[in-house]
Protein backbone atom coordinates (compact mmCIF):
# COMPACT_ATOMS: atom_id res chain seq x y z
CA UNK A 1 0.00 0.00 0.00
CA UNK A 2 1.36 3.33 -1.12
CA UNK A 3 0.20 6.54 0.75
CA UNK A 4 0.58 10.21 -0.98
CA UNK A 5 -0.46 12.92 1.17
CA UNK A 6 -0.34 16.57 0.54
CA UNK A 7 -1.88 18.83 2.30
CA UNK A 8 -4.45 21.52 0.77
CA UNK A 9 -3.13 24.29 2.55
CA UNK A 10 0.45 25.57 2.22
CA UNK A 11 2.90 25.03 5.46
CA UNK A 12 3.56 29.06 5.77
CA UNK A 13 -0.01 29.76 6.24
CA UNK A 14 -0.94 27.06 8.52
CA UNK A 15 2.10 28.27 10.80
CA UNK A 16 1.57 31.66 10.06
CA UNK A 17 -2.42 31.59 11.10
CA UNK A 18 -1.47 29.26 13.86
CA UNK A 19 0.91 31.92 15.51
CA UNK A 20 -1.91 34.75 14.75
CA UNK A 21 -5.54 32.58 16.01
CA UNK A 22 -3.32 30.99 18.57
CA UNK A 23 -2.16 34.26 20.24
CA UNK A 24 -6.01 35.45 19.76
CA UNK A 25 -7.38 32.55 21.35
CA UNK A 26 -4.85 33.08 24.22
CA UNK A 27 -6.34 36.66 24.89
CA UNK A 28 -9.85 35.59 24.19
CA UNK A 29 -9.33 32.92 27.13
CA UNK A 30 -7.40 34.66 29.77
CA UNK A 31 -8.27 38.58 28.98
CA UNK A 32 -12.05 38.56 27.75
CA UNK A 33 -12.99 34.88 28.28
CA UNK A 34 -15.16 34.22 25.20
CA UNK A 35 -15.41 30.76 25.27
CA UNK A 36 -17.57 30.21 22.11
CA UNK A 37 -14.87 32.22 20.30
CA UNK A 38 -11.59 30.21 22.03
CA UNK A 39 -13.46 27.05 20.76
CA UNK A 40 -14.39 28.31 16.86
CA UNK A 41 -10.63 29.14 16.43
CA UNK A 42 -9.46 25.97 18.33
CA UNK A 43 -11.80 24.70 15.17
CA UNK A 44 -10.56 26.41 12.53
CA UNK A 45 -6.66 26.10 13.49
CA UNK A 46 -7.82 22.27 13.51
CA UNK A 47 -9.45 22.68 10.36
CA UNK A 48 -6.34 24.26 8.70
CA UNK A 49 -3.67 21.78 9.68
CA UNK A 50 -6.10 18.61 9.14
CA UNK A 51 -7.35 19.71 5.18
CA UNK A 52 -5.40 17.54 2.70
CA UNK A 53 -5.59 15.49 -0.27
CA UNK A 54 -4.72 11.59 -0.11
CA UNK A 55 -4.21 9.28 -2.69
CA UNK A 56 -3.80 5.41 -1.61
CA UNK A 57 -3.00 2.95 -3.91
CA UNK A 58 -3.30 -0.51 -2.49
CA UNK A 59 -0.74 -2.62 -5.08
CA UNK A 60 -2.53 -5.80 -3.61
CA UNK A 61 -5.85 -5.42 -3.68
CA UNK A 62 -5.45 -3.56 -7.30
CA UNK A 63 -7.48 -0.35 -6.13
CA UNK A 64 -6.92 3.20 -6.00
CA UNK A 65 -8.60 5.74 -3.20
CA UNK A 66 -8.42 9.16 -4.07
CA UNK A 67 -9.14 10.77 -0.78
CA UNK A 68 -10.18 14.76 0.57
CA UNK A 69 -9.89 15.03 4.14
CA UNK A 70 -11.24 17.65 6.53
CA UNK A 71 -11.17 17.57 10.24
CA UNK A 72 -10.45 13.70 9.79
CA UNK A 73 -13.64 13.13 7.73
CA UNK A 74 -12.94 11.68 4.33
CA UNK A 75 -14.46 12.07 1.31
CA UNK A 76 -13.62 11.01 -2.24
CA UNK A 77 -13.89 7.88 -4.79
CA UNK A 78 -12.14 4.50 -5.37
CA UNK A 79 -11.14 3.18 -8.55
CA UNK A 80 -10.21 -0.19 -9.67
CA UNK A 81 -7.28 -0.66 -11.81
CA UNK A 82 -5.91 -3.23 -14.06
CA UNK A 83 -2.01 -2.20 -14.65
CA UNK A 84 -0.22 1.15 -13.50
CA UNK A 85 1.51 2.37 -16.28
CA UNK A 86 3.52 5.07 -15.03
CA UNK A 87 3.73 8.96 -13.75
CA UNK A 88 4.04 11.50 -15.93
CA UNK A 89 5.59 15.14 -15.00
CA UNK A 90 4.24 18.26 -16.89
CA UNK A 91 6.09 21.58 -16.20
CA UNK A 92 3.88 24.64 -17.37
CA UNK A 93 5.89 28.15 -16.96
CA UNK A 94 3.33 30.81 -15.59
CA UNK A 95 3.91 34.23 -16.43
CA UNK A 96 1.52 37.12 -15.67
CA UNK A 97 1.74 41.23 -14.47
CA UNK A 98 1.35 41.55 -11.06
CA UNK A 99 0.48 45.68 -10.60
CA UNK A 100 -0.04 47.10 -7.47
CA UNK A 101 -0.01 51.12 -7.23
CA UNK A 102 2.62 52.44 -8.83
CA UNK A 103 5.14 49.17 -9.45
CA UNK A 104 4.36 46.49 -11.65
CA UNK A 105 6.39 43.77 -11.47
CA UNK A 106 6.16 40.31 -13.85
CA UNK A 107 5.67 37.45 -12.12
CA UNK A 108 7.18 34.40 -13.33
CA UNK A 109 7.41 31.00 -12.04
CA UNK A 110 6.76 26.97 -12.84
CA UNK A 111 4.13 24.70 -11.80
CA UNK A 112 5.35 20.71 -11.45
CA UNK A 113 1.93 18.38 -11.92
CA UNK A 114 2.57 14.73 -11.43
CA UNK A 115 -0.39 12.44 -13.35
CA UNK A 116 -0.51 8.92 -12.54
CA UNK A 117 -1.73 6.46 -15.75
CA UNK A 118 -3.33 3.70 -15.13
CA UNK A 119 -5.27 1.11 -17.78
CA UNK A 120 -6.54 3.39 -20.28
CA UNK A 121 -7.28 6.42 -17.16
CA UNK A 122 -5.62 9.17 -15.90
CA UNK A 123 -5.65 11.18 -12.14
CA UNK A 124 -3.22 13.80 -11.20
CA UNK A 125 -1.28 13.20 -8.15
CA UNK A 126 -0.35 16.73 -6.84
CA UNK A 127 0.84 20.23 -8.59
CA UNK A 128 3.36 22.24 -6.98
CA UNK A 129 5.47 25.22 -7.91
CA UNK A 130 7.90 24.00 -5.41
CA UNK A 131 10.08 21.36 -7.04
CA UNK A 132 11.91 20.48 -3.95
CA UNK A 133 8.54 18.82 -2.23
CA UNK A 134 7.28 17.51 -5.61
CA UNK A 135 10.40 15.73 -7.32
CA UNK A 136 11.46 13.59 -4.27
CA UNK A 137 8.09 12.80 -3.37
CA UNK A 138 7.18 11.42 -7.30
CA UNK A 139 9.98 9.58 -7.27
CA UNK A 140 9.68 7.97 -3.92
CA UNK A 141 5.70 7.09 -5.45
CA UNK A 142 7.02 5.50 -8.28
CA UNK A 143 9.77 3.36 -6.27
CA UNK A 144 7.28 1.86 -4.39
CA UNK A 145 5.12 1.31 -7.48
CA UNK A 146 7.73 -0.16 -9.51
CA UNK A 147 6.81 2.35 -12.46
CA UNK A 148 8.57 4.80 -14.73
CA UNK A 149 8.69 7.96 -14.66
CA UNK A 150 8.46 10.24 -17.85
CA UNK A 151 8.48 13.92 -17.90
CA UNK A 152 7.17 16.08 -20.43
CA UNK A 153 9.96 18.65 -20.45
Known sequence: MVKLEDHYFSDG???????ILGALDIYL??????YVFVA???IAILFLFTTKYVTIIDT????IKDLFIVLFIPSGQTFRYQVLKGIRIDKERITYNASHRARDRVADYFVYTGTLFYDKRKLELSSKSDYSWFGPEMKRLAAELQIPIKKSY
Open 13 to 19: MRWTMLI
Open 29 to 34: LFWVQA
Open 40 to 42: IIA
Open 60 to 63: KNKV
